[in-house]
């Protein structure tokens, strides 16, 4: 890993297995931009920030790294090629939070959208959960990175980023970088609720969950709710189903498009969910069998992730030096 190559970093929270919304938003463009050997890149789990929502019950936490980890491994990014590590391996994430934290003005973090909906969705009003964005700046600038690939939704949390590394140069002197995101132009993925895939809906498929679970899925789907009879005519570009077919199926959807628009009885919806069930099993085959090998050797995956979070925290005590001299602290002498 030389040091003329950018740095890049990205997280997830340990959601536990991974579905086909993470994959298509972000996974495979992490795997792609991996292999492009363009960046020296960061994946962090970041399991902290899961403690600013599921505080309560955080038993399950540690199968949920194992999880999303060999959801990583499975996926194609390449322990050899890039830094794989779990947030609190790397303590100096939690050092620069804490020193952020002093410059940041309370305002900054409550503007930030989303944070008032949820502190009202879900009843959260902890110190911690007013400082995520801040706790993601400083995964982000402990590497000095420069790219984040993430989707549109971090988009509000990378502007905070880029303020609060403003503020810090101006008081401080220049130590980092200003975060740009890295957008790829990922499909939207809708669940089966036609709403956005995310665990939190329940509407979700993995691509680690078995062949009839997948299948019980896909049936679920809604469709083109004005597509009542097979024989009615359909707007395939409603249905959530025909969505998912552009992309596993893009041989067939020309075909399909004209049969369910023109209203062909030999083909209905439920041909439709069986060729989407079938293709998502068949595509997903090699990701579930890698995965299954990498879980039933968890200490080989715990051996990745200690040599990652090895790795990752020789960057961040670098950057960590820096920010003491920076700062004239008292452990920079
Ligand atoms: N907030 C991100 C999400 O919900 C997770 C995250 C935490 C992250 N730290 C990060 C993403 C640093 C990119 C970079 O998906």
């Known amino acids: 890993m030389s040091d003329h190559k950018k ?15 993470n994959y298509e938003g972000a996974l495979k463009n992490w795997v792609n931009l991996q292999n492009s050997g363009k ?8 399991d902290w920030h899961a403690l600013t929502t599921a505080y309560k019950d955080p038993s399950d936490l540690v199968e949920r790294i194992y999880q999303i980890a060999a959801d990583y491994l499975a996926a194609g990014l390449d322990p050899e090629k890039v830094t794989i590590f779990v947030q609190s391996d790397v303590k100096q994430h939690a050092e620069l939070h804490l020193l952020l934290s002093m410059i940041t003005p309370i ?14 969705a879900l009843g959260l009003d902890s ?24 989707g549109k939704d971090q988009l509000p949390h990378l502007e905070l980023a880029r303020e609060i590394v403003r503020r810090f140069n101006f008081l401080y002197g220049e130590v980092f970088p200003e975060p740009q995101a890295i957008l790829s132009d990922a499909p939207y993925i809708p669940g089966t609720d036609r709403r956005k895939m995310s665990k939190s809906y329940d509407n979700h498929i ?33 249905c959530p189903v025909f969505a998912l077919l552009k992309i596993y199926a893009p041989d067939q959807t020309e075909k399909i498009k004209a049969d369910c628009e023109s209203g062909n009885p030999d083909w209905g919806c439920v041909k439709c969910k069986k060729l989407l069930a079938e293709r998502l099993i068949e595509t997903f085959k090699p990701f579930r069998e890698k995965r299954e090998q990498l879980l ?38």
């Open 127 to 150: 110190y911690g959960f007013l400082g995520y964005p801040l706790l993601q700046t400083a995964d982000i600038i402990i590497y000095r990175a420069e790219g984040v690939p993430v």
């Open 296 to 333: 039933s050797d968890r200490e080989q995956i715990k051996k990745i992730l200690a040599e990652g979070a090895e790795r990752a925290r020789a960057r961040a005590e670098e950057t960590m030096r820096l920010v003491r001299k920076a700062m004239k602290m008292w452990d920079a002498q």
């Open 206 to 238: 993995c691509m680690g969950d078995p062949p009839d679970v997948i299948r019980k899925r896909v049936m679920s789907y809604y469709t083109d709710e004005t597509k009542i009879y097979r024989g009615d005519p359909g707007h395939p570009d409603r």
């Open 107 to 120: 305002p900054w973090l409550e503007r930030v959208p989303s944070y008032k909906e949820k502190v009202e």
């Open 39 to 46: 960046y020296e890149m960061y994946f962090c789990i970041v």
């Open 7 to 21: 740095v890049v970093l990205s997280g997830m929270q340990p959601t536990g297995m991974l579905h086909l919304g």
